[in-house]
């Protein structure tokens, strides 16, 4: 029952294929150590949207539950924000330059990248520079 | 989750380096995004005694004063209304008077949006930048 109630939800709140991209077997999940933008509304009323872009840490996989973690450097500090995947005030994720396939062997976390950002494929400094591209593209 | 004893980087101009927090404000044991915390400071930028020039803030700390300050990134995660969790490498602080108002002009770094909702206008006026 439960599990029916949670692809139920799923399917309800599945905002522009959201799963498809999350989804363990689907053809264009992002795989962690993406450069990855998301795109949040600050509140119901206001239009202002926050955008945050970084790095795909992990995917925690738990139905409608399900979130992402996104990391980057903000002025010399590293922030990590948690995002649920379902939720309506997220409204745009968005993959600004995938990893090579096959990086994180299958595994959901890459959280080693705290750590060793420099072993990070796609580097935490070519965020800023994808994001304007990305800005001038829309 | 900063509490007594915690160490905290100082990202304003007021002079103090490093503080430790001895007390959190409203009675609660632990301070997070947003909270103000009574704090001494450990360490601080030398004080240029013989250079009048430009000096940027009026009240330089030094080691030892006590002061309030606004804590602005936390290393624990927090959790927003929308569910979505915030956190940041480091512990940092904003130092401020008595009175609630910051004694650097300057805030070098990133800052927590809670500071702007928690009713912080003037350090969110000058955070370079807010997540």
């Known amino acids: 029952l439960l599990r029916s109630l949670d692809a139920e939800l799923c399917a309800r709140h599945d905002a522009d294929a959201r799963t498809a991209l999350f989804a363990r077997g689907s053809p264009e999940r992002i795989e962690p150590g993406s450069i990855v933008l998301v795109e949040q509304l600050s509140s119901r009323s206001a239009p202002r949207k926050l955008a945050f872009a970084g790095v795909l840490l992990n995917v925690k996989r738990r139905g409608i539950l399900s979130t992402i973690t996104v990391r980057n450097y903000v002025l010399g500090t590293g922030v990590e924000v948690v995002y649920p995947i379902y939720s309506p005030m997220v409204s745009r994720i968005k993959v600004l330059k995938p990893v090579k396939p096959g990086f994180s062997k299958g595994a959901d976390q890459v959280n080693y990248l705290r750590e060793k950002p420099s072993s990070a494929p796609l580097s935490f400094g070519s965020v800023e520079e994808l994001v304007i591209r990305n800005t001038e593209t829309e | ?131």
Do not use: H, Y
Not at chain 2, 4 to 9: C, G, N, Y
Not at chain 2, 42 to 59: F, Q
């Open chain 2, 1 to 131: 989750m900063l509490l007594l004893k915690s160490f905290a980087k100082v990202i304003d101009n007021s002079g103090a380096l490093v503080v430790e927090v001895i007390n959190v404000m409203g009675g609660a044991r632990v301070a997070s995004l947003g909270d103000e915390v009574v704090c001494v400071v450990k360490k601080a930028r030398p004080l240029a005694s013989g250079e009048g020039g430009s000096s940027n803030a009026v009240s330089k700390l030094k080691k030892g004063d006590v002061a309030r300050a606004l804590v602005v990134r936390t290393v624990q995660p927090v959790r927003r209304l929308d569910g979505t969790f915030v956190k940041f490498d480091d512990n940092a602080v904003v130092m401020l008077s008595k009175q609630g108002t910051p004694l650097g002009n300057r805030v070098l770094g990133v800052v927590a949006l809670e500071a702007r909702q928690k009713r912080w206008a003037k350090i969110a006026s000058l955070a370079p930048k807010m997540v």
